[in-house]
Nanobody, 121 residues
């Protein structure tokens, strides 16, 4: 059905910025909500930003004012602009999407493989 491919991770110094991208590919689908979930070593995967198909957004308190989520529905792509990065933002960032597929528009969801973000001097 749908596959998600993340890109844009890397090593950045504290206070720096990165922009993550997540592109959805597949056949005959409608993408609903898309979100970003970082997972640090030894910790649970947690939602930090989500955006609906209509563009409504929500953020975890830990990233409010620093991260911005956006999407390009024509490209089925979601972005996460991260600024003022802190060492505690270090994690593998996973993209998640809720979607509908097929003539009956059945609901399902999927995860990307993740992209590593490391914030260190």
């Amino acid at each position: 059905q749908v596959q998600l491919v993340e890109s844009g991770g890397g090593l950045v110094q504290p206070g720096g910025s990165l922009r993550l991208s997540c592109a959805a590919t597949g056949s005959i689908f409608v993408i609903d909500a898309m979100g970003w979930y970082p997972q640090a070593p030894g910790k649970e995967r947690e939602l930090v930003a989500v955006i609906t198909s209509g563009g409504s957004t929500n953020y975890a308190d830990s990233v409010k004012g620093r991260f911005t989520i956006s999407r390009d529905n024509a490209k089925n792509t979601v972005y996460l602009q991260m600024s003022s990065l802190k060492p505690e933002d270090t994690a593998v960032y996973y993209c998640h999407a809720d979607y509908r597929y097929g003539l009956a528009l059945r609901r399902d969801d999927c995860w990307g493989l993740g992209t590593q973000v490391t914030v260190s001097s």
